[in-house]
């Protein structure tokens, strides 16, 4: 194994081990509609966009920040313990978990497993992406000025660039913090405040800057840093098996119920699922956070494209309220439907339960990525994304509960649910954002709008919220 044809077989492996896992997860082969689906959505919001008068360099910078946030989160292999995989599939054990049955070192496994994420998520998303891009400029030229099939060539190979850069960073800084959090966090100060101090670009070390001049030095720049990050990060990650330092569990869950109040143990149960499992609470702020910076970069991208002064406080309550489908996710991994079949407790009182741990977790978190960009961005512009933030964040809760149960990683590769679940999201992102970059212009407009978009959104997210359990009690009956 340890030869070339050995690693070369466990690549192999690994990618039929995923395609397996989707098929096992969201039902045979109706994921390998989605790509398609991908390459649709993104060729009718490139030919819209482009009808509006975006421009295409704002579309494409955007296109990099979001890239760049999804290969963050899949670069989070390093919070997915096997507690979560050995509740959706059984008594299984992946390849990356078999460090120790292998005879191969663990930095090696990871490096595979990520080569493998990059190759397979480039087919399935990546490839899409450019080819919805290909088909506007083949099939509409005039809507993406100057943009050919060579460029949208470049487009893949930085995007696909892009995307390992942000899966690399994300398993460094997890592996960082399961040796000291604390160092994480030094790390990220320090690398603010010196880009603060000496006004320098980060964008200069992505290989978004080699899409916007090619060349060898920005070559070197923007690709340089995802070989050092790809090569440290598997050995600062160490295998675990669960949550990291256990207490007294019985203690512990007495008191995170009596906090709730109520005997909460139906709220304090999700709770302490994620504080246990392999991340613990760390990977909501985690996720979050992330979701923050790709906020930050997108509002200095669309400023300076634009020359628009987009509202901060509604752009990040906006991008952070859609980010806490995340928090639902982490709050339902261990969540099996069936199960509750055995205790004498409906299941509205069960997504109550979990409504109330997703509140916990993702309010305070948001509110204070919040708070952090008061140092950058004014107060009172924020402290409309204090409205908003929590608004969305219920209208997002009621859509992902009443449309997906306990099964949020559904909407992943079952493409209908995906549309309509997207439509949904698109329903309140899009005037919210709309109303983010009209606000320097129509300030009293624009804030009425987005403050009533985000009343309506949230009195929506909190009726659907209410009639999720009683909607999946009645499906899961309908199976038995």
Same mark, same amino acid.
């Given at each position: ?46 030919? %819209?966009?482009?009808? @509006?008068?975006?421009? !295409?360099?704002? =579309? +494409? $910078?955007?296109?990099? *920040?979001?890239? &760049?946030?999804? /290969? ?103 592996? %960082?913090?399961?040796? @000291?959090?604390?160092? !994480?966090?030094? =790390? +990220? $100060?320090?690398?603010? *405040?010196?880009? &603060?101090?000496? /006004? ?281």
């Amino acid at each position: 194994m340890t030869s070339a044809s050995g690693h070369a077989r466990l690549f192999r492996r690994m990618l039929v081990e995923e395609y397996r896992l989707h098929g096992e997860l969201f039902g045979g082969g109706r994921f390998l509609a989605f790509p398609a689906f991908v390459t649709v959505v993104v060729a009718g919001g490139t030919y %819209l966009l482009g009808l @509006s008068g975006t421009d !295409v360099g704002a =579309i +494409v $910078a955007g296109l990099h *920040a979001l890239v &760049l946030f999804f /290969g963050l989160q899949v670069g989070t292999i390093g919070l997915v313990g096997r507690d979560a995989m050995r509740d959706a599939l059984g008594d299984v054990t992946l390849l990356v978990f078999s460090a120790r049955t292998l005879p191969i070192s663990w930095p090696r496994l990871l490096a595979t497993f990520l080569v493998k994420d990059l190759v397979y998520y480039a087919a399935f998303f990546l490839t899409p992406i450019a080819l919805g891009f290909g088909a506007v400029a083949v099939l509409a030229p005039g809507q993406l000025a100057g943009f050919g099939i060579p460029t949208v060539g470049l487009l893949w190979l930085t995007t696909t660039g892009t995307f390992a850069l942000g899966a690399a960073a994300s398993l460094a800084l997890v592996g %960082l913090a399961t040796r @000291s959090r604390v160092l !994480v966090f030094g =790390i +990220v $100060a320090v690398a603010t *405040a010196a880009t &603060l101090a000496t /006004g320098f670009d980060p964008v200069t070390l992505t290989p978004y800057a080699f899409y916007g001049a090619p060349g060898l030095a920005t070559a070197i720049a923007g690709f340089g840093p995802i070989v050092v990050v790809g090569a440290v990060g598997p050995f600062l990650l160490t295998p675990t098996e669960g949550g990291g330092r256990r207490r007294r569990r019985s203690d512990r869950y007495a008191t995170v119920r009596d906090r709730l109040g109520r005997g909460d143990g139906l709220a304090a149960r999700p709770l302490l699922e994620v504080a246990r499992s392999s991340g613990s609470v760390w990977k909501v702020a985690f996720s979050l956070g992330v979701l923050f910076a790709v906020t930050a970069l997108l509002l200095d991208r669309v400023g300076a494209a634009t020359g628009l002064e987009p509202s901060a406080g509604i752009a990040f309550g906006t991008l952070l309220g859609l980010g806490t489908f995340t928090t639902y996710n982490w709050v339902t991994q261990l969540d099996d439907t069936a199960e509750y079949l055995r205790v004498p407790v409906s299941m509205s009182a069960v997504f109550a339960g979990k409504r109330r741990a997703f509140f916990a977790l993702a309010l305070p978190t948001g509110l204070a990525y919040l708070a952090l960009g008061s140092l950058w961005y004014p107060p009172v512009d924020l402290a409309l994304g204090v409205v908003v933030f929590p608004l969305a964040t219920v209208y997002v809760h009621g859509l992902t509960a009443y449309l997906t149960g306990l099964s949020p990683n559904e909407l992943l590769f079952d493409t209908r649910l995906f549309a309509v679940f997207g439509g949904g999201l698109a329903a309140l992102a899009v005037p919210l954002l709309v109303a983010a970059l009209a606000v320097e212009r129509a300030p009293l407009l624009a804030t009425g709008v987005a403050v009533g978009v985000a009343v309506l959104a949230a009195s929506i997210g909190a009726l659907l919220g209410a009639r999720a359990g009683d909607r999946w009690a009645r499906r899961l009956r309908a199976r038995l």
